[in-house]
């Protein structure tokens, strides 16, 4: 099994506008599909890419290209890294959120409810608390606020105070014992959809994403050039409103921001209307790009 398939690799190529002599920024490196995607594009142009994950790391030392500079570290924190290397304005930025099918395909993780092991979902192993300490330790309160929020899940109070009750016999030490305990909540016929939901809320909480993603794009506008491309794909509806939000108004939450007389002041302006989605045939042959938007913004 790969690491990971590159999902609207050729679109994203594409909405980056690559310049041969530009700078760019890939922010989740991943398996590297994108950054191998953007490097034949270079002439003496540089890439630099970042990934908080260790395993990340180990596939970006595959890439041996002097134009290719890999950082293990949140992407909250790529305007320092490029500081560091005497840069201060980029040509195009490019993020595909979420996790990797090596995060899912690794059962060792804990991201995937068909996993035997403990639920852990962090992507940044050095990081504190994982999936198994939040579903053992939250309040029903706790719980109930991140599966409405970041699962969408309608009987989130009733997931929640059941996980509450069944940990007071015994605390939850694996995935296997964890869904047995909620099997009484989830909806007939709909048990992988509503787990979905419920590993899908459990692995915000456990990395922050939305928070993060949300200081990232803030950035964006401090490192981009006039003209500089932001190039996004996200993987579900919270990530997708937030970056919408963003290329259109400078803010996650959508406010427009007006000057003196009353003009919408925003940093960037979305390329395309509406979000690209990929074609039958890309998720025929890589399911996991179902749910994929991309969208893309330039610098004002
Ligand atoms: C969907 S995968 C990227 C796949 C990549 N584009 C490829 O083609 O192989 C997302 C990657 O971003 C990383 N990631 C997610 N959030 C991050 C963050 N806040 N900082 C750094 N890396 C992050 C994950 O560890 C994961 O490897």
């Given amino acids: 099994m790969g690491y990971h398939k590159p999902v609207l690799l050729n679109e994203s190529i594409e909405g980056l506008n690559i310049r041969p002599d530009g700078v760019y920024v890939d922010l989740t490196f991943g398996g590297g599909g994108h950054s191998r995607g953007i490097l034949p594009g270079l ?16 596939e970006a030392e595959k890439i041996r290209d002097a134009r290719f500079v890999f950082t293990r570290s949140n992407f909250l924190f790529f305007r320092n890294f490029l500081r ?37 979902m962090r992507m940044n192993r050095n990081s504190s608390v994982t999936a198994l300490e939040i579903i053992n330790s939250y309040s029903a309160e706790k719980l109930t606020g991140i599966f409405r929020e970041y699962g969408e899940i309608s009987n989130a109070g009733k997931v929640a105070r059941t996980i509450a009750g069944a940990r007071e016999t015994r605390p939850f030490s694996d995935i296997p014992g964890f869904i047995d305990a909620i099997a009484s909540c989830m909806p007939a016929r709909q048990e992988n959809k509503y787990l979905a939901k419920i590993f899908q809320a459990l692995r915000i909480e456990v990395n922050n994403e939305l928070a993060v993603l949300r200081q990232m794009l803030t950035q964006v506008p401090l490192a981009l050039k006039e003209g500089g491309r932001l190039v996004v794909i996200s993987y579900h509806s919270l990530e997708d409103r937030i970056v919408k939000n963003f290329m259109r108004t400078g803010k996650p939450e959508g406010d427009i921001e007006k000057d003196f007389y009353g003009n919408p002041l925003a940093p960037l302006k979305p390329v395309i209307r509406k979000a690209i989605v990929p074609g039958a ?8 790009a179902r749910s994929a938007r991309l969208r893309v913004a330039e610098r004002n």
Avoid: C, M, T
């Avoid at 002439?43 to 180990?58: E, K, P, T, V």
């Fill in 84 to 120: 560091y290397y005497n840069i201060n304005l980029v040509d195009g930025i490019l993020a595909d959120l979420g996790v990797s099918s090596h995060h899912i395909d690794d059962p060792g993780r804990g991201f995937s409810f068909n996993a035997p092991g403990q639920p852990d």
């Fill in 43 to 58: 002439g003496d142009g540089r890439l630099f890419a970042f990934d908080q994950d260790a395993d990340a790391a180990a």
């Fill in 281 to 288: 045939e890309e998720i025929n042959d890589n399911k996991r």
